[in-house]
């Protein structure tokens, strides 16, 4: 079982600190109970949708396209080392251990890299059974013979740069040319425009949305 897939866009959202006598009143006035149902309502969004998209490999190597432009590099740990922790949520050494551990479970990763700095990476799963949304508390089965496509990450600095359709269409033609590889799949959060438009275009279809109850 694998966590959710999708390409990581995430923009950092500052907070300035109320002053104290602010947060008292307000405790003050809703009650604890009433204070933490109004906290939770600004932390956790009230409407998360994931769309489920899928590609059968007998159309894959089309949508793939000619090799072309830049390549990624297939599980080369010398460029996951290069990982540059930016968003809050990153943790180097929890990075390379998790990526250690898919890797000898037979997963792979496609990376970019320069002298300095991972650029871009995302994760390929070959015949997975089902994924975890975490975010939404649901389970995904796919249907036998599917490849994932999940966790894809670019770092600030090489944004636009069309890394991740140049990812995609590489890892399709890598599945296509997997005799037990039916379809490819991967999912999206519903708002994260700029991802789903790549990999609509790219020639995947959607199939079913997951939300949290």
């Known amino acids: 079982m694998i966590p959710l897939s999708e390409e990581l866009d995430v923009e950092s959202v500052g907070s300035r600190r109320r002053p104290l006598r602010t947060a008292i009143g307000?405790?003050?006035?809703?009650?604890?109970r009433g204070t933490l149902r109004s906290l939770a309502r600004r932390v956790v969004p009230q409407h998360v949708e994931f769309r489920i998209y899928a590609l059968p490999t007998i159309a894959a190597d089309a949508a793939a396209g000619e090799p072309a432009g830049l390549r990624m590099r297939q599980n080369e740990w010398a460029d996951l080392r290069k990982f540059r922790p930016i968003e809050s949520w990153h943790d180097k050494s929890r990075f390379?251990?998790?990526?250690?551990?898919?890797?000898?479970r037979g997963e792979q990763v496609f990376t970019c890299a320069d002298d300095e700095l991972l650029l871009h990476y995302g994760?390929?799963?070959?015949?997975?059974?089902?994924?975890?949304?975490?975010?939404v508390g649901k389970r995904y089965t796919y249907a036998p013979g599917s490849a994932v496509l999940y966790d894809f990450y670019t770092d600030p600095s090489?944004?636009?740069?069309?890394?991740?359709?140049?990812?995609?269409?590489?890892?399709?033609?890598?599945?296509?040319?997997?005799p037990g590889i039916k379809q490819v799949c991967i999912s999206v959060r519903s708002d994260n425009a700029a991802s789903r438009h790549v990999i609509e275009s790219?020639?995947?279809?959607?199939q079913t949305s997951?939300?949290?109850?």
């Open 210 to 213: 997951l939300l949290r109850d």
């Open 202 to 206: 790219v020639g995947f279809q959607y």
């Open 26 to 32: 307000k405790m003050r006035r809703l009650g604890v």
């Open 158 to 178: 090489a944004r636009g740069r069309g890394m991740y359709r140049s990812n995609l269409r590489q890892m399709l033609r890598l599945a296509a040319h997997d």
């Open 123 to 135: 994760w390929f799963a070959p015949l997975q059974r089902e994924s975890l949304f975490s975010e």
């Open 96 to 104: 390379l251990a998790e990526a250690r551990q898919r890797i000898e």
